[in-house]
């Protein structure tokens, strides 16, 4: 299975993007699918989750501005991401669970 990520980009603060995993194949399936990020000179963290029952959760830092959610149809999970901030500034990794990581996607943030 491969995972592939994309939409990543500079953007200013309090933009927006909307990040894409494209899988090769079909996620409803798949139980959890997540997107993490890893900024310079840090560990990678778990940013939003999402359950092929319909649940999602978020890590505290971006609830509220950040969705995560399939099109099934498509194969692909995105992250939406809105009112960006600088400390948002890291590449960001698809996760299927089972399957493994897509490659990286590098969101600037600029103040």
């Known amino acids: 299975v491969q995972l592939q990520a994309s939409g990543g980009g500079l953007v200013q603060a309090g933009g927006s993007l909307r990040l894409s995993c494209a899988v090769s194949?079909?996620?409803?399936?798949?139980?959890?699918i997540s997107w993490y990020r890893q900024a310079p000179g840090k560990q990678r963290e778990l940013v939003a989750i999402?359950?092929?029952?319909?649940?999602?959760n978020y890590v505290e830092s971006v609830r509220g501005r950040f969705t995560i959610f399939r099109d099934n149809a498509k194969n692909i999970v995105y992250l939406q991401m809105n009112g960006l901030k600088p400390e948002d500034t890291a590449v960001y990794f698809c996760?299927?669970?089972?399957?493994?990581w897509g490659q990286g996607t590098l969101v600037t943030v600029s103040s």
């Open positions: 996760y299927a669970n089972g399957y493994g």
């Open positions: 194949r079909s996620i409803s399936s798949i139980g959890f």
């Open positions: 999402s359950s092929n029952g319909g649940n999602t």
